[in-house]
């Protein structure tokens, strides 16, 4: 234990968060030795039974489990079987062995351990192994509470999202699911405009009644006013029998009318007539037929705007936009893409019959910097191509589309590089140096060991992103920046 003193003496590093290490080992010196190196901010509690070590895990009171494997402790290999144990739960392990015990913590380490160390050990890899073994611990634990999250039962009906723009979208859908108000979407192509829709119809009273969805603007304009109102037999050339309308189709449940700017102006004004009178006829018949399905529209265009240019009815647009509701495009709210990214790597990969369970945290930064144009749609796209072309059970930087890999690294955070190429990788490796200092709350150290450059070069990129001068662009010496391990 001598040794492991002089190793200790002077070696000192600022960590911001406090690690609790549960030590199981029958050694209460090399408690206090590794407690008075570690420093404040690794809490030391020793442990002699491996029931206490489950009970402090299943507690929550342990963050990393530190297995002390002592070639001269008579009882050692009584315990080996206690280590496979603790291991093979998946706990956070972390091995310091002496050099007759190295074969055994290899193993462990092959049975699931984060790592090994040899006893005595450098206590600055000790420090870095027992935050490396907690963050991906952290990490590992956010993943299942992302899977469980999604197990549930959404907070409306199958639409994903936690930001405060969906939570405004949750309790407007939860307050005209039970009215039968007209209900007018907006939003973007890919927002998920339908889901909006099948949401207000599942969480209503018109739950158990059909949902027809109807695109405007896949229809001809010769065939429209025949496929909403329906016909009889020989209303116009070519009809060989009658046929319900999608109003009627609808029955006592939801018609969604999709794309509702796409009308030409004499169906505009036959549907208006519809909504006032709350009944129609097919082509071809006098019959009235009472209106009892919900409808809900929805478009992507402004029609403000179209009411201006004389291209939609300015009554008709009061009689739909009773209640509004304004899907947000993605790049909106970026904190809802890793779950919705989760939700379609999870079914894709089952769907595909994959084993990719994983998004690498420098793959899911690319993807929330990215200004998906095409919105959720684009991003289901995405994630099913990540899972086709993924070598592992990790989808990582190189499995993503190539436009995403080239914007996210020109458009990264928020600077504005120049023209030359030189200046804008410079830039990005600077951005990066900046966003991993923040993220390991100020510990360079850890932040220059996850972008896998030297310490140096780190502060290096720091000082050129305190001192940068847009018009004259400084000189650092080149090091390799491992943009995947960032």
């Not at 002077?10 to 010196?29: F, N, Q």
């Not at 530190?66 to 956070?92: C, H, T």
């Not at 993220?439 to 060991?449: D, M, S, V």
Request: charged content about 25%; aromatic content about 6%.
């Amino acid at each position: 234990m001598t040794e492991l003193s002089a190793e200790v003496a002077g070696a000192r590093e600022e960590y911001v968060v406090m690690v609790r290490i549960t030590l199981y080992s029958e050694d209460r010196k090399l408690q206090q030795i590794l407690s008075s190196a570690l420093g404040r901010d690794f809490q030391i509690t020793i442990e002699r039974t491996e029931d206490r070590i489950h009970m402090m895990l299943a507690a929550g009171e342990c963050d990393v489990v530190l297995l002390d494997l002592d070639s001269n402790d008579k009882l050692q290999g009584q315990r080996i079987a206690s280590f496979r144990r603790i291991v093979e739960s998946q706990a956070p392990v972390v091995v310091m062995a002496d050099d007759g015990m190295r074969a055994t913590a290899a193993e462990l380490v092959r049975l699931g351990a984060f790592n090994y160390c040899r006893k005595p050990p450098s206590v600055r890899d000790l420090k870095m192994m027992l935050c490396h073994a907690h963050e991906r611990s952290s990490l590992k634990q956010e993943l299942r509470t992302v899977r469980e999250q999604l197990e549930e039962v959404n907070s409306c009906d199958q639409m994903i999202g936690a930001s405060p723009q969906m939570r405004q979208v949750y309790d407007l859908i939860h307050r005209v699911a039970n009215l039968n108000a007209s209900v007018l979407v907006t939003g973007e192509s890919g927002t998920g405009k339908e889901l909006v829709a099948r949401a207000i119809h599942n969480l209503g009273a018109h739950s158990n009644h059909p949902f027809v969805a109807v695109c405007c603007g896949a229809i001809p304009e010769t065939l429209i006013e025949a496929e909403l109102f329906g016909h009889e037999k020989g209303a116009f050339t070519g009809t060989v029998g009658s046929r319900e309308g999608y109003l009627e189709q609808a029955g006592e449940g939801t018609l969604m009318l999709d794309e509702i700017g796409e009308l030409s102006p004499a169906t505009q004004v036959k549907l208006l007539r519809v909504l006032q009178q709350r009944e129609f006829s097919r082509l071809g018949s006098n019959k009235l037929i009472p209106l009892r399905a919900r409808l809900v529209f929805a478009t992507h265009a402004d029609l403000a705007e179209l009411v201006a240019q004389g291209k939609f009815r300015l009554d008709l647009f009061y009689r739909i936009n009773v209640v509004k509701v304004n899907v947000p495009p993605l790049q909106e709210r970026v904190e809802d893409i890793p779950r919705i990214a989760m939700h379609f790597l999870r079914q894709y990969s089952e769907q595909y019959q994959k084993m990719v369970d994983e998004i690498h945290p420098s793959a899911m930064a690319l993807l929330q910097a990215y200004s998906w144009p095409g919105n959720v749609r684009e991003l289901e796209n995405v994630i099913q191509r990540a899972i086709i072309v993924a070598a592992g059970e990790t989808v990582r930087v190189e499995d993503l589309p190539l436009n995403i890999q080239s914007e996210s690294v020109i458009n990264f955070g928020d600077f504005h590089p120049s023209n030359s190429f030189e200046r804008q990788l410079r830039d990005y490796k600077v951005k990066l140096a900046e966003t991993a200092v923040r993220e390991h709350h100020g510990n360079k150290t850890l932040a220059a060991k996850s972008l896998n450059i030297s310490r140096a070069y780190l502060h290096r990129l720091i000082r050129l992103g305190e001192h940068d001068s847009p018009d004259e662009p400084e000189n650092i010496e080149h090091e390799n920046l491992d943009l995947e391990s960032a």
